[in-house]
């Protein structure tokens, strides 16, 4: 994807992004992108129930990534009470729309069999499905699944203690490895600061690791980082950055940011 310059696309994310303060259902229906975004941004600053407004807008129409986030605020109930029954449902109809974060979380929680029996093939089917979309995390683990007698490395062991509920001590697995410079744990220990699951809740810490993944080159990190700045949440508000990093997260085919920004583009004259 050719990204314009920061200058030229500039007006029209200013533009866009002081209209989705405003926007209502109607705007959300018509641009799903504008909608997560600003959904994103009142999930990072707590406005939990403004947040499922959008996404249960998006939902209706089959919006998996408003699908899958109305599955966390769910089974973290947050701003609800906690309903892993419906956060099952939520990640799998997502899963089913192609949202490979929801084929992912089904994967792990299939593989540990905590709050879901445990399942191997499931896991594998789920694994397979994110694996396809290209995700990383989703290979490493099916490989694991395919060589059981091989231990899982340091970060799947905290992404399974992470899905088993043991926040704790994956909040002090990823530690370890954010130390050591690992932008994806370092991601993966930002969220926990920014939900206060297994760790106090610290958005400045939360953007501190956020900063770092993303000048490693983490596109969801940067993705973050870019609605951080945009809502002046753990960050100070920086509307310049916020559009730089959205523009870094998408250059990388990170779907959310891809999606925003390309939005975004089209209200520019060309």
Known sequence: MRLRTLGVCFGAWLAC?????????????????????????????????????????????????????????AEDGLGEPRDRDTALALYTTAAQRGNFKAQYRLGLLYSVGQWLPKDTEKARLFLSLAAQSGDKDAQGMLARLDAPSNPPTPLQQADLWSAAGEHAKAASLYSMLAAQSDATAQTRLAWLHEAGRGVPQNLAEAARLFELAAAAGEAEAQYALSVMLRTGRGQDKDLTQSLLWLQRAAAQNHVSALAALASWQAATPP
């Open 17 to 73: 992004i002081t209209h989705a303060q405003d926007s209502d259902r109607a705007d959300w229906l018509r641009n799903p992108a504008m909608g997560n975004y600003k959904a994103y941004a009142e999930f990072k600053m707590a406005h939990y129930t403004l947040a499922r407004e959008v996404w249960q807008t998006l939902a209706e129409v089959g919006n998996g990534d408003a699908l899958f986030n109305l599955g966390i605020l």
